[in-house]
């Protein structure tokens, strides 16, 4: 069975960090995608960064470039991400999805990410 585990959220104040952590285990593939997404309070959910297992190919959205910073561990079959200089508005729960070959598609149960002062 497939496990998605996010950990690292909390309580920061603007310009501060936090390092969030997803652990999975059970998928035996080492070719997939992990992505981090983010969902505000009465907002959709919104893609902020994603590395393939094998190329290192990563993406960020927009808003975050130069703050946020994916990262990958194999042998841990771990992924970071780290963010720097934070902001209210990049409050919200954060789910880390893996995907693989169109089929397999996993969401962890999310981390809270509070940013205020």
């Known amino acids: 069975q497939v496990h998605v585990v996010e950990s690292g959220g909390g309580l920061v104040q603007p310009g501060g960090s936090l390092t969030l952590s997803c652990v999975v285990s059970?998928?035996?593939?080492?070719?997939?995608?992990i992505g981090w997404f983010r969902q505000a309070p009465g907002k959709e959910r919104e893609g902020v960064s994603c590395?393939?297992?094998?190329?290192?190919?990563?993406n960020y959205r927009d808003s975050v470039k130069g703050r946020f910073t994916i990262s990958r561990d194999n042998a841990k079959n771990t992924v970071n991400l780290q963010m720097n200089s934070l902001k209210p508005e990049d409050t919200a729960v954060y789910y880390c999805?893996?995907?693989?070959?169109?089929?397999?598609?996993?969401w962890g149960q999310g981390t809270q990410v509070t940013v205020s002062s």
């Open positions: 590395i393939h297992s094998t190329d290192g190919t990563l």
């Open positions: 059970g998928f035996t593939s080492d070719d997939y995608e």
């Open positions: 999805n893996l995907v693989a070959g169109g089929v397999y598609d996993y």
